[in-house]
């Protein structure tokens, strides 16, 4: 009998298994990243100012490789990423602040529920917590320290990283100059205007974007066509055709 490191049945499994969720994921971390006090680690590679929608979406593959998979490969694909960080360390001489992977971990579970939420309905309070546990468990098999131990703790904890390490730097705007040349002007506005709708307020109001009143019909429209099977005509247009083969397989059926 197979043992899954995120059970069949859970709400996670839904939340990541739709195309439309995890690319909502992929908006919001694409905003936490570029403001985040310890994005010079991802520019010390130069992946991500060089490729950072492939940078942005690799996070998001590696999130799903450990969702989907069986306990032993998903514990595999955790050790990967943490050997992949510890290369990068040893190549800068320095370490990656402990707070940096909590950041990351903290919008994962942050955005898997916000996502969800904006597309689809609100989530239970058990569903929250077994959203926050999956990535607990990825923590603490990358051994970080100092992590929230519930869904409750975890607001706190969450609260406190959003004021301490966040920060609208040179970085975020360069970050956000690639962001447009890589998406192109339409795709960029849509990801900003997206971005908006869903991020914490503090977020919202560190992000070089303005804000407009046509997104929530926008979304109220996508939301009829996803009702009526259409959405694929309006996803086809508008998504990178470099990406498109990649985001067609995050809907797993």
């Not at 043992?3 to 694409?30: C, E, P």
């Not at 969800?116 to 609100?122: N, P």
């Not at 447009?180 to 900003?192: A, E, Q, S």
């Not at 908006?196 to 070089?208: H, R």
Request: aromatic share 12%; glycine share 4%.
């Amino acid at each position: 009998m197979k043992t899954w490191f995120v059970k069949q049945d859970s709400i996670v499994r839904q939340i990541w298994g739709n195309a439309d969720t995890a690319l909502f994921i992929f908006a919001g971390a694409a905003a936490e990243f570029a403001l985040n006090k310890a994005v010079d680690w991802l520019y010390f590679t130069g992946r991500l100012p060089a490729d950072p929608l492939g940078r942005l979406f690799s996070t998001v593959t590696y999130a799903r490789m450990i969702i989907f998979s069986e306990q032993e490969a998903a514990l595999k694909a955790i050790d990967q990423i943490t050997a992949i960080h510890k290369g990068i360390e040893q190549n800068r001489g320095a370490q990656i602040p402990d707070w940096a992977y909590r950041d990351v971990l903290f919008l994962l579970i942050d955005y898997s529920i916000r996502s969800f939420e904006l597309l689809e309905r609100k989530l239970t309070d058990v569903e929250k917590e077994e959203a926050f546990n999956v990535f607990y468990r990825v923590g603490l098999r990358m051994q970080l320290k100092d992590l929230p131990q519930n869904y409750t703790d975890w607001l706190q904890s969450r609260n406190e990283h959003l004021q301490k390490d966040l920060v609208c730097s040179t970085y975020t705007i360069d970050l956000y100059k690639q962001y447009k040349i890589h998406l192109g002007t339409l795709r960029f506005i849509i990801l900003k205007q997206v971005q908006l709708k869903l991020v914490p307020a503090g977020v919202k109001q560190l992000l070089p974007v303005k804000k407009t009143s046509w997104i929530k019909p926008v979304l109220l429209c996508y939301k009829l066509l996803r009702s009526l099977k259409m959405e694929k005509i309006f996803k086809s247009a508008l998504l990178p055709k470099a990406y498109k083969a990649q985001i067609a397989e995050l809907d797993i059926k």
